[in-house]
């Protein structure tokens, strides 16, 4: 187990003009699931690489525990002696050995004896349960098979740290589900410091006990996943974690006005943006009277859809082209006038 302390970190490429990374402050526990969300060309990429020793800072310093590992362009620890085990998208084994000698590999041409290799494969093996398939191919295997490999290849060494760049993203969704099950348990019994990064929140999610959310280069949210999807505080970071209508409309007293709906929340500046989950609006043809659902207005029905075992709804006002989106379990027609509620307490505004 390792902490891992970022202090002023930026990274630069060709020459300054491109900032990967701009004052990365962050401070990841001993033993502790940390996720890294972020869009594509975010600089989740350009971290790791940082942490894993692959890439120097060209600015801040990077602590492993109390011990300095980079600094201000400059390696201070390389990677072979920062004890990180790594996964990448491909889980990719080495298809001309076996599944013993894809494991031992990280530690062939060091100098721990054949005997202690065979016992770190061997107990690695056993904690993965791949112990009576360490003689076959990896064609031989299972899909979960192979992950199971590759994650014990990446564990072999004893790590301090796991760090797995979009691990699941070219699994398909069975696969993936296992690998993330897999991935959270291995970590808890060996207690390893995990950084996962990913574009996906479901992968981060599922793993992570705590999220930092990387934008331009920039750490812009750090904290428990649920308040990550419950309190973003940008409509950039709400909508990168999760389907959200972005409304603006005109603020009075009593609310934001589109059209026929009026979406009461207060608020004191002229101007602010609010979002809602698809999953915070309701439509009903009758008056809904569970006190939680508050009715914005009449709607009408534009477009629908089927994804995911539901019905995906565009609804507009009744005067205007602004579109929500909302998911119902049973279909309606597009045409249809419909009324249109809002879960109280689920309005995110960001002025
Ligand atoms: P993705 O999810 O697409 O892999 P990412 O969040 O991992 O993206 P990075 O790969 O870290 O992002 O890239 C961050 C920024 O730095 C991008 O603008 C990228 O083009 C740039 N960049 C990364 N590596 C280099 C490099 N070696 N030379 C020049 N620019 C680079």
Do not use: C
Request: hydrophobic share 40%; no cysteine.
């Amino acid at each position: 187990m390792v902490r891992i302390i970022a202090k002023n970190i930026s990274k630069y490429f060709k020459k300054g003009r491109v900032i990967a990374l701009d004052k990365i402050n962050l401070t990841i526990e001993n033993g502790e699931r940390f996720g890294i969300l972020g869009p594509s060309g975010a600089g989740k990429t350009t971290l790791m690489r940082i942490i894993a020793g692959l890439e120097v800072p060209s600015e801040g310093e990077l602590y492993f525990d109390d011990k300095l590992v980079a600094k201000d362009g400059k390696l201070i620890v390389p990677p072979e002696d920062r004890r990180i085990g790594m996964v990448f998208q491909t889980w990719a084994l080495y298809p001309n050995l076996t599944a013993y000698e894809n494991i031992a590999f990280p530690l062939t041409n060091t100098k721990i004896s054949k005997e202690e290799i065979r016992k770190r494969v061997e107990e690695i093996a056993k904690i993965l349960d791949i112990t009576h398939v360490l003689n076959h191919y990896p064609r031989e295997l299972s899909g979960g098979q192979q992950q199971r490999v590759a994650l014990a290849r990446a564990l072999v060494k004893n790590p301090s740290l796991l760090l797995l760049d979009e691990p699941f993203s070219n699994l398909d969704a069975r696969m993936r589900d296992s690998a993330r099950a897999l991935v959270k348990e291995v970590q808890s019994r060996l207690g390893v410091t995990l950084l996962i990064v990913s574009h996906d929140p479901a992968d981060i999610f599922a793993i992570a006990d705590r999220v930092g959310v990387l934008v331009k280069g920039k750490l812009v949210q750090v904290g428990p996943p649920e308040e990550i999807y419950n309190k973003p505080i940008s409509i950039e970071v709400a909508s990168l974690i999760g389907e959200i209508n972005e409304i603006e409309g005109k603020v009075t007293k009593e609310g934001i006005i589109i059209g026929s709906f009026k979406i009461p929340v207060n608020i004191n500046t002229d101007k602010a943006i609010i979002g809602i989950r698809p999953e915070d609006i309701k439509i009903s043809k009758e008056p809904i009277k569970e006190e939680e659902w508050i009715l914005i207005g009449k709607g009408r029905v534009k477009v629908i859809g089927y994804q995911g075992g539901l019905f995906r709804i565009t609804v507009s006002p009744l005067d205007s082209e602004e579109e929500i989106v909302t998911y119902l379990d049973h279909p309606i027609k597009a045409g249809e006038e419909i009324l249109v509620y809002v879960k109280k307490g689920s309005i995110k505004i960001f002025t």
